[in-house]
């Protein structure tokens, strides 16, 4: 590009068009932590489901591992921040929601394991809501509206439903909320960089 | 009476450069370099004038070891692009109806 060719009036406005475009192609979100979350919240709520129908208690011990997934949480945060040349103006917002989300959750699983809260899943799912459909209305992301809407569908449906099969809901929300939306935003991303290399 | 297109942003480089900044909050050089397929050293002139007019910010600092610079545009900067692409939608307007 050069930097003092004469521009005609169209040829601004096409220039600030196209260079607007360019960045926004770039606000593509890799996807990673979508499926990451979706993924292991499926994997313990059906392992969890299963023990508790067939009386194997030591399969519940399953939830420690979204502790190991925060810390590949946090790998990939510090990653893809590493990799990241440009700061977006909700970027903060979202972070803060995320971490609070997260923080929120682990003083929940705190609470829940102290106090014998009857249906903890419905709580869980209406914090499951909360940053989800948050996102999807600050992205303008529409498989996350309807993720987080969802979440909090299921959470009605979990307070009628008999235990422990709202443990099923949690896996049908966490594919909801996060897993399809994770599928979608990854095709996304790596069409996008298809198109930058 | 057509009020006068900003000298500073009626550039193709600079106004790349602004177009790209009032979309982001913050960008380093070398995300700007590859979105407008410029030189490094022509960039950095135009970046250097923007910054003179106090459209954009540029921070130097170090980022894994290795010099890193960040721009981010001013509110000086975002009145002036507001009020250069006013000017340019009453030019085209004029252009239309004639």
């Known amino acids: 590009m050069e930097d003092d060719k004469p521009l005609t009036e169209q040829e601004s406005l096409a220039l600030i068009t196209r260079m607007i475009t360019k960045a926004k192609c770039e606000y593509e979100e890799t996807g990673v932590s979508a499926l990451l979350w979706g993924s292991i919240i499926t994997f313990c709520s059906i392992a969890s489901f299963i023990g508790q129908e067939t009386g194997t208690a030591w399969l519940d011990y399953v939830w420690f591992l979204t502790i190991a997934a925060v810390i590949v949480q946090v790998f990939i945060a510090v990653r893809e921040g590493r990799k990241k040349k440009y700061r977006s103006y909700d970027d903060a917002t979202m972070s803060g929601i995320w971490i609070s989300f997260g923080i929120s959750m682990f003083m929940f699983s705190f609470y829940a394991s102290n106090f014998n809260i009857p249906h903890v899943n419905v709580l869980f799912l209406i914090v499951y809501g909360i940053p989800t459909f948050a996102t999807g209305i600050s992205r303008h992301f529409i498989p996350m509206i309807w993720g987080g809407i969802a979440c909090w569908l299921l959470a009605i449906a979990a307070v009628y439903t008999p235990l422990p099969y709202p443990l099923l809901y949690t896996a049908l929300a966490a594919q909801l909320a996060w897993f399809i939306p994770g599928l979608i935003l990854r095709k996304r991303y790596l069409k996008a960089k298809g198109r930058n290399v | ?98």
Do not use: W
Not at chain 2, 6 to 13: E, G, K, Y
Not at chain 2, 54 to 66: L, Q, S
């Open chain 2, 1 to 98: 009476m057509f009020k006068e297109l900003d000298p500073i942003l009626h550039s193709q480089l600079r106004l790349a450069v602004m177009s790209l900044l009032i979309s982001v909050k913050e960008a380093e050089f070398t995300f700007i370099k590859e979105k407008t397929n410029a030189t490094a050293g022509n960039l950095s002139v135009q970046v250097q004038k923007l910054k003179e007019a106090g459209y954009i910010e540029v921070v130097k600092e170090f980022k894994d070891n290795y010099p890193n610079t960040t721009c981010h545009i001013t509110s000086q900067g975002i009145k002036a692009f507001e009020e250069y692409v006013k000017a340019l939608q009453e030019y085209l307007k004029v252009g239309q109806s004639k």
